[in-house]
């Protein structure tokens, strides 16, 4: 039996409790981090206990599986591949991922390593706690993860790295023995029996044989040289350490198991000054001074990444601080405390320094409070912002982590740049420069070959230029696939190196080839190891460019996040399958392109997985928007089901559903019929084609309807003055299955002065695209898009109703219309019209009001919330609209059969929870959310519109 397939039957054997896997598509979703390195590991385990740690480490040691490696895995985000490999992948985040203990009064919590830093934060914020070390990816790096590599990022001068906060580690070694990580007396080593004994003695003897090396070769740095921290081997008390080794190691030596962390306050007051530079070296050379104004962080943002991020939802929330559009660099000094005065007076003294003369700087702006942590949130994106460069180059992180002495980063900058100048790349740059830290990522087109050999160009020239500036090449990241530069680094320290992971790990067996061997083997190289690039390339260039949104994907891996509020992938959420994420769905689909899967030529079996995850996606769009790259998987969902049922037959199910919007309008006609099916005895046979919990169709809208509501058909042969008329765009859903929405919009256009016309009923399509029937879908966007085109042309306020049907008109149909076709949402246009609304307001006493958006209305119009709340203030009303993530439902998802466990699973995630706390009216905009807030929670939800004209008095 192949070793792996044996390693992976002996751990069932042994009663092992997580998840283990040999699948094709598992593997590949974690073949790939946030690097350039796309690695297939043989098998992949998911531990849920130490127990399950002990056996992976028992059977390593036995003799008969000498040749398995293992990777530990955390949160994926790694930048140099260091958690990539053939071997056992051991994946945390699955189900090590709890928070075992929170000491308040001590100020220490007690985790597993799979939890996710914000999620920890989350839990400790009611306390007024936080785990300190910040990152960019802190919704999705793991705390696990964080101290295999020693992670640290802004703020970095206050609070330090992730090693600063570690108080105690479990950790399982390779034979099974879990390691006590207390500092030790020389004395109280000697008498230590087994490998902890061993272990720690070979600590005590490197510290004590290399004292004048280590102080002569570790750089004076707030960071370090990460990963097996010998500067830090003894305590202030002169005991050994292991915890210095532990973080930072990458995996190299043990499992981590459980972590018991230092907890800090949260700061209560927040101050930041943005300041504005003409050009990039000017902001580096001006943050040594501001970095000496007592501020607790002081981050560097150029150019590049401020106009990207204009593309992102933050910016309708930042853009008021960053006015100046001709700056070339940004420095972002932030202040902190728990006192107003004493901010307020540091803020005072900065910005008196600020009126002083300075070369480069152009102006300043200042943020306070809640826009301070936005504009961070924007700062954390800049990473993922840069992957969405346009054209084949992307930035690439290979380089994009040195550290130099802080009064250095300038000129090493300038040096930096030439080197990238030379080499004829573009590249963006933000950081910590207080800390002397600045990413830099290089644009690259690593699918050409012939621009493979630039990563070591690059490398060997920054990495002598880092040095000779006393610096290091991995300042914040880890080494990685960098390690073939370690023994360079620490020279005649090296040998240290590889005794202390001969103690740990003598067979090599844990993330071999990073940072040290134990048998001498050489260590990885930057250009060894397979590029994510080099398997695109096998990819037909017409189809890399046909599944760009899947090809484009960079892993950094912001949908990994698990924070119930936000709208991003609520399929991972509720499955914690991550091949259900938008990064796994990418990778599946990027591997069968490779396989030739459009052409019948995919593995079977994988093909099948790769539809599964699909199936899984709510085309919600969240991650067309929220992914900093807006990777589009509803798109190439659609493209790949397309040629999948090209190959395969469509279920009846599906055949219903793409015909829904023109059997709607029959349907409605003969409502009594049709109910017998939806709701009646004939319901049954809805649920044989898969569909579950539709609702009743109620009686169609007639004529007298219309007229009491004074809604007018529009005569398209006899077009009204468009300068007063607003015309109603009718949706399936709304039209058929809530008619009376459609009189309420129209009830509101009449007492606001305008007069309402409803458009004849034509399909949307949106269904279509759902299912993949892009050739109907394009047929039947050109036909109502042009017929919507013409109103536009001619003057007319086109407004639809349902968010989801609405938002297709400027996204789906880009498609096949570029420009799109501008129907506003009910808010667009009543936000433009507060005045009026003003005069028509009645004397309605004030209620208490929730709104709940759609969740593709909050990622296609981020603005949406804003304008229900002017017009709902307008109206002398206070609505709350809480942060919610997706109900479950998302049009026609929930109500498929298969779905309804998943669909159940995300609405409770954060919808129900709202609904069950409004204390009042509930109102929801989205169709699809008042079917589940219904279903699930009994809850009887109102669309804003019946609430509108509820208060209206004219």
């Not at 050994?240 to 007051?269: H, Y």
């Not at 900093?628 to 469509?650: G, H, K, L, T």
């Not at 109910?675 to 005895?681: D, H, Q, R, S, T």
């Not at 169709?697 to 009491?708: F, Q, T």
Request: a neutral charge; glycine letters at 8%.
């Amino acid at each position: 039996m192949e070793p792996y397939a044996e390693f992976l039957a002996a751990l069932k054997a042994e009663g092992f409790e997580g998840d283990l896997s040999d699948e094709r598509s598992e593997r590949q979703v974690l073949a790939t981090d946030n690097s350039i390195y796309q690695v297939l590991p043989d098998i992949v385990v998911f531990p849920r206990s130490v127990q399950d740690l002990q056996r992976i480490g028992r059977l390593l040691a036995e003799p008969r599986f000498d040749d398995v490696v293992l990777r530990p895995r955390g949160g994926g985000t790694g930048t140099n591949g260091q958690s990539l490999g053939h071997g056992v992948v051991v994946e945390f985040s699955r189900h090590l991922a709890g928070i075992l203990e929170i000491n308040v009064e001590e100020r220490w919590a007690r985790v597993q390593p799979g939890v996710i830093k914000d999620r920890l934060n989350e839990a400790l914020r009611p306390h007024g706690l936080f785990f300190a070390p910040e990152l960019s990816t802190s919704n999705r790096a793991t705390i696990g993860g964080m101290i295999s590599t020693d992670a640290c990022g802004q703020g970095s001068c206050l609070y330090g790295k992730t090693s600063n906060h570690v108080l105690e580690l479990k950790a399982v070694l390779v034979g099974g023995e879990v390691l006590d990580t207390k500092p030790r007396t020389a004395r109280e080593i000697a008498t230590l029996e087994g490998r902890e004994g061993d272990i720690l003695r070979t600590l005590e003897r490197v510290a004590r044989d290399n004292a004048g090396l280590i102080a002569e070769r570790f750089p004076k740095l707030n960071r370090s040289l990460t990963g097996y921290d010998l500067a830090h081997l003894r305590d202030a008390d002169g005991r050994i350490d292991p915890r210095a080794v532990l973080c930072g190691s990458e995996g190299t030596l043990a499992m981590l198991a459980e972590a018991r962390i230092n907890l800090v306050p949260i700061p209560k007051v927040s101050r930041q000054i943005n300041v504005f530079y003409d050009d990039f070296q000017a902001a580096l050379r001006d943050a040594r001074i501001l970095a000496g104004l007592g501020a607790a962080a002081v981050e560097t943002v150029d150019s590049r990444v401020l106009g990207l991020a204009q593309a992102d939802p933050v910016w309708e929330y930042v853009s008021p601080f960053f006015p100046d559009a001709e700056a070339k660099g940004v420095n972002l000094v932030e202040f902190t405390g728990d006192d107003e005065a004493s901010v307020e007076a540091q803020i005072q003294a900065a910005l008196a320094r600020l009126r002083e003369p300075a070369d480069g700087r152009r102006g300043h702006t200042l943020a306070r409070g809640d826009d301070v942590a936005r504009i961070t949130e924007m700062r954390k994106k800049a990473v993922g912002l840069l992957g969405r460069t346009a054209g084949k180059r992307r930035p690439m992180p290979f380089v994009e982590d040195c550290a130099v002495p802080p009064e250095n980063l300038e000129p090493f900058i300038r040096e930096f740049r030439a080197v990238l100048d030379e080499e004829g790349l573009q590249y963006g740059m933000f950081g910590h420069v207080d800390a002397g830290v600045l990413h830099v990522r290089p644009a690259l087109d690593l699918v050409d070959p012939a621009e493979e050999p630039l990563v070591r160009r690059v490398t060997e020239r920054v990495e002598a230029l880092a040095r000779r500036y006393g610096g290091l090449l991995w300042g914040e990241h880890g080494k990685g696939v960098r390690s073939e530069f370690v023994p360079k680094v620490f020279g005649p320290l090296y040998p240290a190196l590889e005794e202390i992971k001969r103690a740990f790990d003598p067979g090599d067996q844990l993330n071999p080839g990073k940072i040290a061997s134990a048998r001498g083997a050489a260590l990885l190289k930057i250009d060894e190891v397979p590029l994510r690039g080099a398997a695109d390339r096998q990819i037909p260039e017409a189809q890399r460019a046909q599944y760009e949104g899947a090809v484009s994907c960079n892993g950094n891996g912001a949908c990994f996040n698990q924070a119930h509020h936000e709208v991003m992938c609520p399929s991972y959420k509720a499955t914690n399958d991550r091949r259900n994420s938008p990064k796994g769905r990418s990778a599946l689909v990027r591997e069968w392109l490779r396989q030739g899967g459009p052409e019948g030529r995919a593995d079977p079996g994988f093909e099948r997985d790769v539809k599964d995850a699909l199936d899984e996606c709510l085309s919600c769009k969240a991650c067309a928007r929220a992914c900093p790259v807006q990777v589009d998987v509803p798109r190439f969902r659609a493209q790949f089901m397309e040629s999948w049922y090209a190959r395969n037959p469509r279920p009846a199910r599906d055949h219903l559903l793409g015909r829904l919007e023109r059997l709607l309008p029959f349907a409605s006609a003969f409502p009594r019929l049709a109910n017998l099916a939806l709701k009646g005895p004939f319901s049954p046979l809805l649920e044989i084609l898969g569909l579950t919990h539709v609702p009743a169709l109620p009686k169609a809208l007639g004529r007298n309807d219309l007229a009491a509501a004074g809604l007018k058909p529009l005569n398209l042969a006899a077009l009204p003055r468009p300068d007063r008329a607003v015309v109603i765009v009718p949706d399936a859903f709304t039209r058929y299955f809530e008619p009376h929405l459609v009189l309420d919009l129209a009830f509101v256009v009449r007492a606001l002065g305008f007069e309402p016309y409803l458009l004849p009923f034509r399909p949307n399509g949106k269904p279509l695209h759902v299912l993949g029937r892009l050739k109907a879908f394009e047929r039947q966007a050109r036909r109502t898009g042009a017929s919507l085109q013409r109103l536009s042309k001619d003057g007319f306020t086109l407004v639809g109703i349902e968010p989801a049907m609405t938002l297709a008109y400027r996204d789906e149909y880009r498609d096949v219309i570029p420009e799109g076709v501008p129907v506003l949402l009910p808010q667009q246009w009543l936000a433009t019209q507060t005045e009026a609304l003003i005069a028509c307001a009645g004397n309605k006493a004030r209620e208490r009001l929730t709104l709940m958006l759609h969740c593709t209305e909050r990622t296609l119009h981020p603005g949406g919330k804003g304008e229900w709340v002017s017009i709902f203030e307008a109206l002398g009303q206070e609505i709350s609209v809480p942060n919610a993530g997706c109900c479950g439902m998302a049009g026609t998802w929930g109500h498929e059969v298969r779905n309804a466990g998943t669909s159940a699973r995300i609405f409770d995630l954060s919808w129900r929870r709202h609904v069950d706390e409004a204390g009042g009216a509930i109102l929801a905009t989205g169709f699809s959310c008042r079917c589940q807030s219904s279903l699930l929670a009994k809850a009887e939800a109102l669309h804003p519109l019946q609430r509108i004209r509820h208060l209206i008095a004219c």
